[in-house]
């Protein structure tokens, strides 16, 4: 039997009472990303723009405050160009309280995807949702779309750290990831090539915790796609 993929998945989950991020980046000073304009939006802006997010403290692996786009509902397509330098990208979803229903994919090339990330959730006020994606300087595509429902719009934004703070940040998720535990770090077993859906794993959350931070990385099992 063939299996499409196996990733490994790392929780931390981040309580209210810690003083800290588990994911803090240390940085010298505080540096501004690049936001990415869709190449489809209706926007007349540069596709790339210092100013429009504020720069990134040096405790903090995302921006205080995005820039968001909106992507209407009914499967609408947003696409982003990254720069050929690029070797980090990072993403936030929001919604004004609506359910959260977006896919995030990486396209290299018109025909290959990478990676697929769906985002499926109840309030996107409540619940947002920040992620950050390596891939390797290929120029690849960031294609984001909405659910088949056109009464669930969402807001998306899309950046890229500079280079000196992208190294910084693939340091810090290494460090995590080769320093996380056994019970920490859980197989996800992908389904087989006939169809069906992967392995389930779940990790219990205290009734503390204000936020969870995840980690899924193929790179101890294949080198094949992820899709999560």
């Known amino acids: 039997m063939k299996i499409n993929c196996s990733i490994i998945a790392l929780g931390v989950f981040q309580a209210i009472s810690w003083s800290a991020d588990a994911f803090n980046v240390q940085v010298s000073k505080a540096t501004s990303p690049i936001v990415l304009k869709s190449s489809n939006s209706d926007s007349t802006s540069p596709a790339e723009s210092g100013s429009a997010t504020e720069a990134i403290p040096a405790t903090s692996m995302y921006p ?3 820039t968001y786009e909106t992507v ?3 499967g609408t397509v947003r696409t982003y160009q990254m720069p050929p330098w690029a070797t980090n ?3 936030a979803f929001k919604t004004n309280g609506r359910p959260l229903k977006a896919t995030a994919q ?3 090339g018109p025909i290959r995807t990478t990676h697929t990330m769906t985002i499926n959730c109840m309030d996107g006020v409540q619940t947002p ?3 950050t994606i390596t891939f390797k300087k290929l120029a690849p595509v960031i294609r984001i779309f909405t ?3 056109l009464e669930l719009p969402v807001e998306a934004s899309v950046w890229v750290p500079p280079p000196e703070r992208s190294e910084t940040i693939a340091a810090t998720i290494e460090e995590i990831w080769e320093g996380a535990t056994a019970d920490e770090k859980k197989i996800i077993q ?6 069906g859906h992967g392995a389930v794993r779940t990790w219990e959350i205290p009734a503390n915790v204000k936020s969870v931070q995840l980690v899924a990385w193929s790179k101890d099992t ?3 796609s992820l899709k999560a």
């Open 64 to 66: 205080i405050n995005p």
């Open 72 to 74: 209407q509902g009914g």
């Open 89 to 91: 990208a990072q993403m």
């Open 106 to 108: 990486l396209w290299i």
């Open 129 to 131: 949702y920040m992620s």
């Open 147 to 149: 659910s088949d429902s």
């Open 190 to 195: 992908g389904a087989d090539v006939s169809g």
């Open 222 to 224: 294949s080198k094949k």
